[in-house]
């Protein structure tokens, strides 16, 4: 394992606080007697809910003199912002977001940027896995060092994945299925992926590494489907065919799930692509060993309401 650099009292930004893995973030951080600050465009919906001592700032990924501002002191930066909600064009906000942040980090003097995007190989990734991608690849070229994780599908509580699958599940007793839900994935826990993000602060990040991290076990989606209906008690029918497309899937899904539909389509199209840990360099540099998919499932579900 790499020698890790000692623990001090520097200041570490969190960006996209109110987001699923940013507020998840904020509380381990805040637990571990960590010095924080939060960026956000609305502060007064993070005010309420951070801990004492914690600082909450207005700023905009679009104003470079916002990001400027927020960073100053800071040691390590986390970036957890996409625009994949705000319409077809995310993806060039995503490249303009990155590059504005990297550079303002680059101006202020950060030491660090750590960045959570998606696993996925080849040149047919689906756009939202190839922005996710671009998205490390910018924050990497920023001049700044920075870690970029890339993690399968994410299962816990609230998550748009595991949620999902809860509404499929919970809603359909005889689903259809196509091929692409058989496409091998290494789906993770979030406990884990904030046990990595959490650690990252103290792992060298001079050669800007790539860690690729999944769970202990390979299943695909209709695997991850299959478990939780198994421990949630419930029969369901899985009916294979050969033909419904990832987008046919995704109107399909918006019938069954309205509430995901926008942000649910581009997950969807992502699931043609493996998404499994082939780089295991991780195992090196992080004492976490990553949870089963029955242990992750068993977890989200304790925590569901």
């Avoid at 600050?37 to 700032?57: F, I, K, Y």
């Avoid at 470079?64 to 501002?69: Q, T």
């Avoid at 998205?135 to 999902?164: C, D, M, Q």
């Avoid at 999944?214 to 198994?230: E, K, P, T």
Wanted: aromatic content about 8%.
């Amino acid at each position: 394992m790499d020698e890790m650099v000692s623990k001090d009292e520097s200041l570490v930004l969190v960006t996209g606080a109110t987001g699923y893995i940013g507020g998840r973030l904020l509380v381990a951080l805040e637990k571990g007697g960590r010095r924080v600050r939060c960026l956000a465009r609305a502060p007064e919906h993070l005010l309420s809910r951070v801990a004492p001592g914690t600082e909450v700032v207005k700023g905009d990924l679009f104003d470079k003199d916002s990001l400027a501002a927020a960073m100053e002191g800071v040691h390590t930066a986390y970036y957890f912002v996409h625009s994949l909600a705000s319409g077809s064009d995310y993806a060039e906000k995503d490249r303009q977001a990155a590059f504005n942040f990297g550079q303002a980090a680059l101006k202020t003097g950060v030491n660090k940027i750590i960045y959570l995007g998606g696993l996925g190989f080849g040149d047919g990734l689906s756009t939202h896995l190839a922005s996710r991608q671009e998205v490390g690849k910018i924050l990497r070229e920023s001049g700044v060092p920075a870690i970029e994780f890339r993690a399968s599908i994410i299962l816990g509580s609230g998550s748009l994945s595991f949620e999902l699958i809860r509404a499929l599940v919970g809603r359909l007793p005889v689903m259809i299925t196509p091929r692409w839900v058989r496409t091998p994935a290494q789906p993770i826990s979030v406990k884990d992926v904030i046990d990595y993000l959490v650690q990252a602060i103290d792992i060298d990040a001079r050669d800007c590494p790539v860690f690729e991290i999944g769970g202990a076990d390979v299943v695909s989606y209709l695997g991850i489907m299959r478990q939780y209906a198994a421990r949630r008690g419930v029969r369901r029918l899985f009916i294979p065919v050969p033909v419904l497309t990832p987008w046919l899937s995704s109107l399909w899904l918006a019938l069954v799930t309205p509430l995901y539909a926008r942000v649910g389509r581009q997950l969807i199209e992502g699931v043609r692509n493996e998404t499994t840990v082939q780089d295991t360099s991780a195992r090196d540099h992080f004492t976490i060993k990553p949870m089963g998919i029955v242990e992750a499932i068993d977890r989200a579900m304790n925590k569901e309401d």
